[in-house]
């Protein structure tokens, strides 16, 4: 058997002994995922606000 037949039997065989998510489990994933987003899109905002803050002393205007 070739390598490349190799290779390919074996995803087979991986992807018949994976198994499916329960919807708790999606469910949970996806909580997670969207509050790390919200959480690190939150202090993205937060540094920007103090920076425009900050800049705004130094050059007289907004953004």
């Known amino acids: 058997m070739s390598l490349?037949?190799?290779k390919v039997t074996e995803m087979v065989q991986t992807l018949r002994l994976a198994k499916?998510?329960?919807k708790d489990d999606y469910l949970q994933h996806l909580r997670l995922v969207v509050l790390g987003l919200l959480t690190?899109?939150?202090i993205a905002f937060a540094i920007k606000l103090?920076?425009?803050?900050?800049?705004?002393g130094?050059?007289?205007?907004?953004g």
């Open 50 to 56: 103090i920076a425009v803050f900050v800049t705004a």
């Open 40 to 42: 690190v899109g939150g």
């Open 20 to 22: 499916k998510t329960s």
């Open 4 to 6: 490349i037949q190799r």
């Open 58 to 62: 130094t050059t007289g205007r907004f």
